[in-house]
C-alpha cells in the first residue's frame, strides 16, 4: 500500500487564503516572576501549516497553549476567528470550540473504546445525538484508517494508532485549527511516519494547522513557514526552503546544525 509520503504530497489544495485566523500581537506570558514568551507577533492565515521548532524550553508548548487558553497570557492579544482570548468564559468556549490539540502523549480515556473515546465531548459537550456522534467518529476512524479498533481499548491499541486516534478525536468536533505539540516524539520510529501521513492528508484539505515538531522532513514537504523560537522570542521565521537553506541568525544555524 502506498504512504501518502510516497505517493507525494499533493500542494494543489494547499492554498492559504487571505482570511486571518490567528493574530497574536505583542504578547508576553509570565510564570510568576519568569518571563516564558517576549513580545511574540504573529498572523496566521487560514490555510497556513506552520512548523514551530526551537529548543527545549524555549515557550514553544507555552506558545502553542495560550492559543487555546490552556495557559493564560498577561499582556497583549490574541485573537482566533475573530474572538479575543480574555478571562471572558463564553470567548474562551468559543475559541476552544474551534480549535483542537493534539499532545506529545495522546491522552485517551483508558476505561473508554475508542469510539467512546471519540462520542464523548461531541454527546456531552455538543449534545449531538449518540447516533449521528458514531457515524461521525466511524467516519474520521476511516479517515485515521483504523475503523477495525473502534470496539478496542486505547491499551490495546499502538502508540501509533493511538496517536491518530487522538487525532480523529479531535476532527470530531470539527475544529477549523488544528494545533499539535510534539504529536511523534513519544512514538518508536516505525510509528512516527503513520502519525505523519495522516497529518498530511489533513494539510492537504485545507487545514490550518500550527505543529511544534522537531520533523524537519515533514516541516520542509509540509509548512509553508517554520517559525524559530528561543528564549521565549520568535527568532526567524521564513519559508521551509529559506529557513533550512539559508538561516539569518546566528541561533537558527547553530540550532540547525544541532538537528540536521
Ligand atoms: P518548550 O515547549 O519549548 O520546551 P515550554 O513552553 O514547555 O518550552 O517551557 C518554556 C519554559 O517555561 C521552560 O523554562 C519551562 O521550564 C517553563 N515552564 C513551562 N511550564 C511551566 C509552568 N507551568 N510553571 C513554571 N514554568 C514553566
Ligand atoms: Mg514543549
Redesign the pocket.
Known sequence: MNTTAERGIDRSQMTVSDEVAIQITNMNKW?GA?H?LRDINMTVNRGERIVIC?P???????LIRCINRLEEHQAGQIIVDGTELSSDLKNIDKVRSEVGMVFQHFNLFPHLTILENLTLAPIWVRKTPKREAEETAMYYLEKVKIPEQANKFPGQLSGGQQQRVAIARSLCMKPRIMLFDEPTSALDPEMIKEVLDTMIELAEEGMTMLC?THEMGFAQAVANRVVF?DQGQIVEQNEPNEFFNNPQSERTQLFLSQIL
Not at 527545549?56 to 507555552?62: E, H, M, Q
Open positions: 510564570y519568569f516564558v526551537g527545549s524550553g524555549s515557550g514553544k508548548s507555552t511544534v523560537m
